[in-house]
């Protein structure tokens, strides 16, 4: 033994390193959240739920933990990311459509009129998404997607968007799944312009993946048959869809659910209703120091409803700049 | 050592026990098979896939399996069982019906008259289904098709229809599984019919069971929200809409197709038309001692077309007579 290694042991004994395997199972999983209610809440739960004989086991199949996207577990302003996507797409594909300088929405994108956009509605953004997100096959659109996200940057961090992910929603996604849950993303955003990427960054494959979704059709060919992408919405997920695409899609209540705006209001409401324990989790912006603090007046992640009656329904309510000690990875 | 053990330590010497550990993995995994071409194209099939360092090996999430159910997992002669279900359905809500005894396509159904039923056409069993299938929560639907599984019997083989399922079809499954595949459902059928059993039944979880939709819509409530079923079809998960239904769902092409009918047509051509090595299976019904015999000719099941294209798109043909040693489980 030499000098070295005997210091080692002496400290060993000193700091109880005969208890290094127990003490790795007793490491944090969350080192990012902040040691108060938010977090102590979530354990809890996790702990009773996989505790065999306690009253509120829940078995593995059943443990089924559903996040919203935009604003829970990537950043949703100063607009939504997909939103960003559709008006760089415009500028690109602008030199094939003419008339697009001088035809609305168009024209107020192609000059950065923010307000002229704002002024053209829901039926303007409708319009831009489908010139942008349709009338092409599936596998081109992946490939549309995944090339802007790798150059695209947030205007405000200057990181790619799939960079701009909260380091504790992570950590609660490994932990999860370590206590045998199965996570779900169930997004407002095209479930087409997510699965591309959320298995390298938020560790859930394609099919643990729920969110709206424009029609498609299927074209026969034997040697290169197609899935196209037709300009017509199929399913709009946000809202009382996220319970119905819930059903849909998983056919299986969850037992946890975490949203940040009353488009996750219904979500949450079908979560925790549910027999037995259940945790319903709101994220409230608040830190506009290192991310941003919107509510009740905001265009991207409007939160009213479901923070007032968060206490009644025992949500709890997460606090940005209080529960978390870091925002996004380093 | 006993006499005994030295006894079975002498015929271990004899029968190379000592080979035991890779003896147990060379135990068939489908004994209901005989060992004909389907069998050794499946086995060769997950053989290559699943060899590392192989130029057709596929990691393991990407190794999905689609299976198309009647016909194809469970009998689906001498009527789909989902029809059977609302044909009883019919009876046991007639009396809170008076008008169905004079009213087409009830009035048919509750004499008994199959040439007047088949006389309704499409039309008349979309009536039917329904007003069978809606105008309840989702959590009654699914009591109500549990109670009448539980008690219905096939009316040739006086069985419960979940155990009217193919053993060769259940080795399958579970030789897929243990081979790091994802199993799915891909059927014409309603998925609520499907879910509450598949578990049980084929070892296929409820998220992992794609079907028809009918349409629901959720009713907010604080204490008891629910989804209702209204009565009309959402999504037909059929012929072309299978490819459709499989990339919304699970988003990845799946490697290996199993269908039995020209409903599965699309959903063969899509899975074997992808890149990299393929296997799409068509289960053709020749069996009429054991079980049915029917393909051009039959109002459930027809398999005409992708029978005539099988060879030519290299689908093999599963030949039910020949190919299989038994059909159902004992």
Redesign the interface.
């Known amino acids: 033994m030499t000098t070295h290694a005997v210091s080692l042991a002496l400290l060993c004994a000193v700091a109880a390193c005969q208890n290094a395997p127990r003490a790795a199972t007793d490491v944090d999983p969350l080192p990012s959240w902040n040691d108060n209610a938010s977090k102590r809440s979530i354990v809890a739960f996790v702990g009773r739920v996989t505790k065999r004989g306690d009253a509120d086991y829940v078995p593995p199949?059943e443990r089924i933990a559903v996040f919203d996207n935009d604003g829970t577990l990537w950043v949703e302003q100063p607009m939504y990311t997909q939103l960003a996507f559709a008006l760089d797409r415009v500028k690109t594909l602008a030199p094939s459509h003419p008339v697009w300088t001088t035809r609305q929405p168009f024209k107020a994108v192609l000059e950065g009129d923010k307000a002229a956009i704002a002024a053209t509605g829901e039926r303007g953004v409708h319009e831009l998404v489908m010139a942008t997100h349709a009338n092409m096959t599936?596998d081109e659109f992946a490939k549309v997607a995944t090339d802007w996200l790798a150059t695209a940057r947030h205007p405000r961090f200057r990181r790619p968007y799939t960079t701009l992910v909260y380091q504790p929603m992570l950590e609660l996604l490994a932990y999860l799944r370590a206590q045998g849950f199965?996570t779900y993303v169930v997004s407002g955003g095209g479930?087409?312009f997510l699965?591309p990427w959320t298995?390298r960054v938020y560790g859930i494959?394609?099919?643990q993946?729920i969110g709206s979704?424009i029609a498609?059709?299927?074209r026969?060919?034997?040697?290169?048959?197609a899935?196209d992408r037709l300009p017509k919405a199929?399913f709009i997920d946000d809202g009382?869809?996220k319970?119905?695409a819930i059903?849909?899609?998983?056919?299986?209540r969850p037992i946890l659910a975490f949203g940040n705006s009353d488009g996750d209001f219904?979500m949450l409401?079908?979560t925790t209703?549910g027999r037995g324990r259940r945790l319903g989790l709101i994220l409230h912006h608040t830190d506009d120091v290192r991310e941003f603090a919107y509510d009740r007046d905001t265009h991207f992640g409007l939160l009213s409803r479901a923070l007032d009656e968060a206490a009644a329904?025992r949500w709890v309510v997460v606090d940005m700049k209080r529960d978390w000690r870091t925002v996004f990875p380093p």
């Open positions: 199949a599936t199965t479930v087409e699965r298995e494959p394609p099919r993946v979704r498609l059709r299927y026969s060919d034997a040697k290169a048959p899935l199929d009382p869809g319970p119905v059903e849909q899609m998983i056919g299986v219904e409401e079908w209703a329904r």
